[in-house]
Every structure is written in structure tokens, then in C-alpha cells.
């Protein structure tokens, strides 16, 4: 393949939760190979502060303040990004949030439903809009939702947050049926532990440190950058032929 296979002149990309961590990692790297992108995240601060990095490549770069948990602010702000962009070619679903940590013989009903709520239902509000507008525009397109390792392994205290990782890898292969029809492919990206703001808690606990860097055949914590090739891939054009999968990126953990 030539460097022009992943040049993404002319895409244009959502990224939500694309203020920081994986998501930036993800809409840093698909700015640099040339598409446009808009990143949704609550923190309009964060956003203002990400607009700024991404804009230094040259693209068109755009911001909104969504809650994804919220669907009719959710539909507002695919309406704003189709006008801001123009079209959407790429939707990553990557807002998420982390566990509680509660044991589930105690977990809440609040507790489980604080989680599904951006995990899942984010999900359904963010990719109904997407698929009806590729649907509409006939030329096709790449959904990926972020999901994690907690899909495979066991999460002590975190079922909720597993359950809804799991969930979006059996929305992924579903999707990716259904649409394929339009041309429209979906997949899931599977991280490891990487450094983000959502994993400090637990990075600044030297025993799971130790523990956990043992079975990273890499030795090293995976960072937002790490998750910016896989974002072109499955932007570009390259990856038209791969759909309902789940790509794992954890420097080996899953193997180990």
C-alpha cells in the first residue's frame, strides 16, 4: 500500500468524547491525515483546549458541548455537526464512563443505570442519527465504538461497565449485518489498559501497577496516540472490506 491508501482528504469524522484520551488520540490522528473532524464531550473547557491542538494541523476542526446520554441533545448536535461539516463519512462512539467500584451484591439501581446510560444508551442516540444520514447520502461509512477489554476478562465491581462493553460488541456484529447493504461498516476497538483520565485512579495504585505491568508482554502502559492508526484504518478507504470485528490493542495483555 502506498501513504495515499490513508490519506483522508476530504472525510469527515465524529468523534465523541474527543476532548481527551483515546477519543483525542483518535480525531489527533485523523486531523493529521486530512479529514475534518468535530468531537463532542460535556466539558467545554477540555473542548475548547482540544479545538485548539487539532486545528495546528490545518482541518477544519469544530467542538460541541453533548451529554450522549441525553438523546434530544444528542440529535441536536448530529444535526449541528452535518452543518458544520457537511456530511459524516465516520462516527466513533467513544464516550464512556468507568465503573463505581461497588460490590455487586451492593451495586444500586442508580449505580447500573449511571453507567448503561452513556455506555449503551450513548450509544443508540449517537449511532441513529449517523446511520440514517450514511443511509441518506447513499456513498456509504464506518461506524466504531470503543469498547474494552472488560468485554473478555472479569471486572470485580465493575459488571455494569463490562456488561455495557460486551453489549456494544454484539451491537457492532449486528450493525455490520444489517448495513452492509449500504455499504456502511462497523466495528469495535477493544483497549487495554492505557493512561487516560478515566484509568488515573487505578495507575496510582503501585500494587496494581506492579501486578498488572507483569502481564503486559510490551512492559509499557498503552497511551491515546496508540489508538490514532486503527482511527485511519477504519476512516480510510482501506478497511471497506472489514466489518463486525473487534480489533484488541493492549501491548499483548489478552495473549499473555
Known sequence: MTNSTFDLTGKSV??????????????????????DVC?????????????EKLKLHG???????????NQGQ????????????????????????????TPFHKMTLEEWHAIFGVNIDGVLFTLKPALAHMVEQGKGGSIVI?????????MPTGEHYAATKAGVTAIVRSIAVEYARYNIRANAILPGWIET????????????????????????????????????????????????????????????
Open 14 to 35: 465524529l468523534v465523541t468524547g474527543g476532548n481527551s484520551g483515546i477519543g483525542l488520540g483518535m480525531a489527533e490522528a485523523v486531523t493529521k491525515a486530512g479529514a
Open 39 to 51: 468531537i463532542w464531550s460535556r466539558n467545554e473547557k477540555r473542548n475548547k483546549a482540544a479545538v
Open 59 to 69: 482541518q477544519k476542526v469544530f467542538s460541541l458541548e453533548c451529554d450522549v446520554s
Open 74 to 101: 444528542v440529535e441536536e448536535c448530529f444535526l449541528q455537526t452535518v452543518s458544520l461539516l457537511g456530511k459524516v463519512d465516520a462516527c466513533f462512539a467513544n464516550a464512556g464512563t468507568s465503573w463505581l467500584g
Open 146 to 154: 470503543t469498547s474494552s477489554l472488560s468485554a473478555k476478562f472479569g
Open 197 to 256: 483520565n478515566m484509568t488515573a485512579p487505578l495507575f496510582d495504585n503501585d500494587k496494581f501497577r506492579e501486578k498488572t505491568m507483569k502481564r503486559i508482554p510490551q512492559r509499557r502502559w498503552g497511551v491515546p496516540k496508540d489508538f490514532g492508526p486503527i482511527a485511519i484504518y477504519f476512516t480510510s478507504d482501506a478497511s471497506s472490506y472489514h466489518t463486525g470485528d473487534s480489533v484488541v490493542i493492549d501491548g499483548g495483555f489478552s495473549c499473555f
